[in-house]
């Protein structure tokens, strides 16, 4: 059994799922993280893509997905087991090599469960830049079109009792302006030096 610590406000959460609800779409893959395959790699579906629903801050982390050029969303369902999990262990979610560019592709990740329902959202990805600034994502080149993006994620939250963890993530990954791209994603773990 998982443990969440993190709460959410119940009310707030049924509130922003009924006015904000995205279409139901399955994930297209499903991909399995564990200590024997620490990392795995995906190539999104080709598709056009002018999602405007994602523009809006405060629509983010509920925008729309589905298959219409005007919500084209991309979805991967990872499933993350391990025994044990080391202190100070990460996942690094990322996409890249957009093809053609510049096209906008964003990352999004979520919590999830086994039927890709998506929950708590982690925020705003990096890009490289902002990953290596000062500024970080102060940095005025931090969000340009066709830069990829990374999300690091703690699985602290999902750890049980005897150490271990199983749980899921959805990365969702909006066609923001693309013109029949593909992207290239991945998840690795990342272990404490």
Not at 177 to 189: F, K, L, P
Request: hydrophobic content about 35%.
């Amino acid at each position: 059994m998982r443990m969440l610590r993190r709460t959410t406000p119940l009310l707030a959460a049924i509130a922003a799922s009924v006015l904000f609800a995205p279409a139901a779409q399955a994930a297209q893959r499903a991909e399995e993280l564990n200590p024997t395959t620490p990392a795995v790699k995906w190539t999104g579906a080709a598709g056009t893509g002018l999602n405007p629903t994602w523009l809006v801050n405060s629509l983010r982390p509920t925008g729309q997905c589905g298959t219409d050029v005007y919500n084209f969303c991309d979805e991967t369902l990872v499933h993350f087991t391990t025994p044990l999990l080391a202190e100070g262990t990460q996942l690094k979610f990322r996409i890249d090599n957009f093809n053609p560019g510049p096209s906008d592709f964003d990352l999004r990740v979520y919590d999830s469960d086994a039927t890709g329902s998506a929950d708590h959202y982690y925020g705003s990805s990096d890009s490289d830049v902002a990953a290596t600034s000062p500024l970080k994502g102060n940095d005025p080149r931090a969000t340009a079109a066709g830069d990829p993006e990374t999300k690091i994620v703690d699985p602290v939250d999902w750890v049980n009792d005897d150490g271990s963890v199983d749980t899921y993530y959805l990365v969702r990954v909006p066609y923001f302006t693309v013109a029949n791209g593909t992207y290239d994603g991945s998840v690795t773990i990342v272990a404490p030096a």
